[in-house]
């Protein structure tokens, strides 16, 4: 039978998720005191996040249980699809068989809600009233103010300034949840008034919305903050990609040679990929697969930043992680991909990226969106722009394998639907978009920002 969609009953949804800091070779680097440069305690990070979080941020227990509220809710949408691109295969002409994993169908159209809900749950069960954060292109906020919707929680969502004007229905989206919305850089916040100082036409960035968000947060003991990406925990909610993905690859009866994901702060990648990166590391994989991390040109973190400690905000709120980083202060031009317009990676892939385990590329956004409007005509399906640079490579991968002769099996996350995207296909159809190259002045002068101890 030439099955498309695999599909998993309610039941086959993961009981746990899955930590790859059990797994890891080498220890992660530990997270600094921005003041002491000591590594923090749990106590350091109280203010902002509950208990439970702090304690899965370090964790080094391999399976962790999915309580059973946010079982339930994950229902809701999960187990996700995983499709045979048999349509994408055919225009291709190529030999290589290509898998999706479709994240696009929870009530946000992303990845993002598989943290969202845990994290206001854990919130929640701790007595917090009040949730902060930040958002780009508006999935991760849409997916926080469902989640605060669903545990009866407030929801402050600071948008980056970019996103909030190209992107009024998200904001709408939001709104509807019940959440508040604020253009960031903010006059609310002195992170915000500083920026705004210094350049009052700021189109803003995911750096400084974090720090707007963190200072609210750690004003308030009964308001805390949560972040959409680059965390451990988060890393760790979205392993229910992979831990799928791997049982309806059983039912294909296959096994990828290659997956790919594309790489904001690094929590959709990781959730496809660290569940099949544990099995190889433990020896448990059939054969070698290659891990593809794929960034945009115009904020090429993994390809062109440094390995160092940094801030993950703009204002140095946070505490001091090693990561792949362009520099706190660099502000990515308004690329359409708002989702991955982060100076930072996060520290789990960028410590298996410097371990040689995973391969990074950088694509420019024409090049991508080309790619979606390929995969939309074959499988129906529109990428959100984020999710288009992991269809790039996805086909390029196929067309190398057309050119070599050889049938690969690749298998990509589709992070998220592009329904709430349609200024930037329409910009990208009239030829109104660009190809922003990544400017090498303003990245060394970010960088020569850099907190320098080590
Ligand atoms: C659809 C989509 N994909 C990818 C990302 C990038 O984040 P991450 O690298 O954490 O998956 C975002 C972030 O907002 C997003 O909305």
New binding site residues.
């Given amino acids: 039978m030439n099955t498309i969609k695999y599909t998993l009953s309610e039941d086959h949804l993961p009981k746990t998720w899955y930590n790859i800091q059990a797994d890891l070779p080498t220890p992660l680097p530990p997270v600094l005191h921005p003041q002491t440069h000591q590594p923090i305690t749990p106590a350091d990070l109280e203010p902002l996040f509950p208990q439970a979080l702090i304690e899965q941020e370090v964790s080094q227990q391999r399976y962790i249980d999915i309580p059973s509220p946010v079982y339930d809710i994950y229902r809701q949408w999960r187990p996700t699809p995983l499709y045979r691109a048999r349509r994408l295969e055919k225009a291709l002409d190529t030999p290589a068989k290509i898998y999706y994993k479709y994240e696009g169908v929870s009530p946000t ?4 809600p598989n943290t969202a809900i845990p994290q206001a749950y854990y919130n929640k069960i701790e007595g917090v009233k009040r949730l902060t954060t930040e ?6 906020g849409c997916s926080l103010a469902l989640a605060g919707m669903f545990f009866d929680l407030d929801v402050e969502v600071y948008m980056v300034k970019v996103s909030y004007h190209q992107k009024p229905y998200r904001r709408a989206m939001m709104e509807s949840y019940g959440a508040k919305v604020i253009a960031s850089p903010s006059e609310t916040t002195a992170a915000g008034r500083e920026i705004l100082a210094q350049y009052p036409d700021s189109t803003g960035s995911l750096g400084i919305a974090i720090g707007e968000a963190i200072e609210i947060a750690a004003q308030d003991s009964k308001t805390k903050y949560a972040l ?3 965390l451990n925990h ?1 890393l760790l909610h ?1 392993t229910v990609i992979g831990l799928e993905a791997i049982e309806q690859l059983k039912m294909a009866e296959d096994e990828p040679d290659i997956i790919i ?9 990781a ?1 496809l990929v660290f569940p099949f990166l544990g099995a190889s590391l433990r020896g448990e994989s059939q054969k070698p697969i290659k891990f593809m991390a794929v960034e945009p040109a115009a904020c090429p973190t993994l390809t062109r930043g440094k390995y160092a400690y940094d801030f993950g905000d703009t204002a140095h709120l946070t505490p001091l992680v090693k990561m792949h980083t362009l520099g706190n202060s660099f502000v990515p031009e308004g690329f359409h991909a ?3 317009r ?1 100076h930072g990676m ?1 520290p789990l892939i960028s410590h298996l990226v410097q371990l040689g385990l995973i391969e990074c590329s950088a694509y420019p956004q024409l090049s991508c969106f080309a790619a979606g409007l390929t995969f939309a005509s074959s499988e129906g399906i529109l990428p ?1 722009p ?2 288009n640079h992991a269809v790039r490579k996805a086909i390029d991968e196929a067309l190398l394998c057309k050119e070599e002769g050889i049938s690969r099996t690749i298998l990509f996350n589709l ?2 639907h592009g329904h709430f995207d349609m200024q930037a296909y329409i910009d990208y159809q009239a030829g109104k978009l660009q190809d922003s190259e990544y400017n090498p002045q303003e990245i060394a002068m970010a960088l020569a920002g850099l907190p320098s101890f080590e």
């Fill in positions: 159209g992303s990845h993002k958002t780009g292109a508006g999935q991760w959409g990406s680059v988060v979205q994901g594309c790489t904001g702060g690094g929590s959709n990648f959730g708002g989702g991955l982060y996060a959100a984020e999710a992070c998220g």
